[in-house]
C-alpha cells in the first residue's frame, strides 16, 4: 500500500478512537439511515415513450432463443419455410407459401414498399406510424399523407379520392400508431375491393395482439388479392429485441413472399423464439389475453383518473393513447412530464402540435404519469 493510501486509512480508523462502542455504532446507524434515505429519495426515468412491452416475453421463449443462440452462432440462419414459417402459418391456418418472415414489421413495409410502389405515390392514413413517410421515401415513392377521421381510425374516404393514376399502395396501421383506434373490417374490404389492380393495401398490425381477438383484419387476405398484412412479434409478444416479424400475402403472389424474404434468413434465435411463442396455442392465448387486459384496464385507469383534468384521449385498442391538454400544447406537456423524469412520444414527430403519444405500462407507472400530469395541470 503506498505511503498516501497508507496515511487515508489510518485517519479514517482515527475518528473512531475517542468514541464508545455505542456511539461508533449510533454513527454508523445514523450514516446507512442518511444513505437509505437518499435511495428512496431517487426517482428513475419512466420511459412512456417507446411502445416495446414493458416485461419480458414468455420464459420458454428466453429458453429457447438463449438455447439456439449457443448452439448456432456459429452457424448461418435458416433460410426460406423453416420452423418459424411453419409455426407462423400454422398459427393462422394458411399455406406456408403465404407468410415472409423477416426483420420485424418495419423492414417488411420497406421491402414490401420498395417491391410494389417504388416509382409511384404511397397514401398514408395520417398521422401513423412515424417512420413510414421516411420508408416510402427510401422505396423510391412518394408519400402522400391523408388525415385520419375524427375518431383517429383511418378516413377510406378521404384516401380513395387521393388515389390517382400515379398511386401504387395504400399504407395503414390498425390498431393506428399513435391514436391506437382500429380499421373497421367490413369498411378495409370494401375500399380494398374498390381500388384499381395495380393498387396494393398495405396494413401494418404490429400491435393487434394487444386489441380485442377479432381485430385483425388477416382474415380477408384469403379473399383480396391486393391486401398485404404485417405482423409484429416486438409487441404484444415481448420481443422487440429478437427483431422479428412477418407478412401474410396473397394465395395467388408466392413471387412477392419470396421477394419480401431477406436473403440471408432471420437469426436463429428470432426463429427459435417465435416457435416456442407460438408451439402451444392455448399457452401463447393465455399469455396475450393477459396483457390485452393489463393494456384494457391501465386504459380504463387513466381515463378516470384524468376525467376532471384538462387532459384527454380518444378511443384507443391498444396500449397507447394519444393524450392531449386542454389550452396546453405538445410542448408543454412534454417539457412539464420530463421535469418530473417521465418521457412520451412529442406530437412534433408526427407534425403535430397538440399531442403526445403515452405508452402504457402498469398500474405504478399509470399513478405516476398522472400525479405528474396533475402538477402541470396545477
Given at each position: ?40 429519495a ?25 438455447f439456439?443462440?449457443?448452439r448456432?452462432?456459429n452457424?448461418?440462419p ?24 423477416g ?32 420508408l416510402?421515401?427510401r ?8 388525415a385520419l ?12 379520392a ?19 383506434a ?33 381485430a ?6 384469403a ?6 398484412v ?14 422479428v416479424?412477418y ?8 413471387e ?5 424474404t431477406?436473403?440471408?434468413?432471420v ?7 417465435v ?6 396455442p ?21 381515463a ?10 380518444g ?16 410542448a ?19 407534425d ?15 399513478d ?11
Amino acid at each position: 500500500m503506498s505511503p498516501p493510501r497508507r496515511r487515508r486509512r489510518i485517519d479514517y480508523y482515527r475518528q473512531f478512537e475517542a468514541l464508545s462502542p455505542q456511539e461508533s455504532s449510533s454513527r454508523l446507524r445514523k450514516q446507512r439511515l442518511e444513505e437509505r434515505s437518499l435511495e428512496l429519495a431517487r426517482v428513475d426515468d419512466l420511459d412512456l415513450a417507446t411502445t416495446a412491452w414493458h416485461e419480458p416475453p414468455d420464459p420458454e421463449v428466453v429458453n429457447a432463443a438463449t438455447f439456439a443462440l449457443r448452439r448456432s452462432i456459429n452457424h448461418y440462419p435458416e433460410t426460406g419455410a423453416g420452423p418459424a414459417v411453419r409455426a407462423i402459418a400454422a398459427h393462422h391456418g394458411v399455406p406456408e407459401a403465404r407468410i415472409a418472415l423477416g426483420h420485424g414489421a418495419g423492414q417488411l413495409l420497406q421491402a414490401a414498399l420498395r417491391e410494389l410502389a417504388s416509382g409511384g405515390e404511397v397514401v398514408l392514413a395520417w398521422p401513423s406510424w412515424a417512420a413510414l413517410p421516411a420508408l416510402a421515401g427510401r422505396a423510391g415513392a412518394r408519400p402522400v399523407p391523408v388525415a385520419l377521421a375524427p375518431d383517429g381510425g383511418p378516413d377510406f374516404g378521404a384516401m380513395a379520392a387521393a388515389v390517382t393514376d400515379a398511386t401504387r399502395a395504400v399504407v395503414l396501421c390498425s390498431p393506428n400508431d399513435p391514436t391506437g383506434a382500429l380499421a373497421d373490417r367490413g369498411a378495409l374490404r370494401a375500399f380494398a375491393e374498390s381500388l384499381p389492380p395495380q393498387v396494393s393495401v398495405l396494413v401494418d398490425e404490429a400491435l393487434v395482439e394487444l386489441a380485442p381477438e377479432d381485430a385483425s383484419v388477416a382474415p380477408l387476405v384469403a379473399d383480396l388479392a391486393n391486401l398485404v398484412v404485417l405482423r409484429s412479434f416486438s409487441k404484444g409478444w415481448a420481443m422487440a429485441g429478437l427483431r422479428v416479424g412477418y407478412v401474410l400475402g396473397p394465395a395467388a403472389d408466392t413471387e412477392l413472399m419470396r421477394a419480401l424474404t431477406p436473403g440471408q434468413g432471420v437469426a436463429s434465435p428470432a426463429q427459435a423464439g417465435v416457435v416456442a411463442a407460438l408451439e402451444d396455442p392455448a399457452r401463447a392465448a393465455a399469455r396475450l389475453a393477459l396483457r390485452r387486459s393489463l393494456a384494457a384496464a391501465e386504459r380504463a385507469r387513466l381515463a378516470t383518473a384524468l376525467a376532471d383534468t384538462p387532459f384527454s384521449f380518444g378511443t384507443s385498442h391498444a396500449h397507447i393513447v394519444w393524450l392531449r391538454g386542454q389550452d396546453m400544447t405538445a410542448a408543454q406537456i412534454v417539457h412539464g412530464l420530463l421535469g418530473q423524469r417521465i418521457q412520451v412520444a412529442p406530437g412534433a414527430a408526427w407534425d403535430d402540435d397538440e399531442h403526445v403519444r403515452v405508452t402504457l405500462r402498469d398500474r405504478p407507472s399509470t399513478d405516476r404519469l398522472v400525479a405528474a400530469l396533475n402538477v402541470i395541470y396545477v
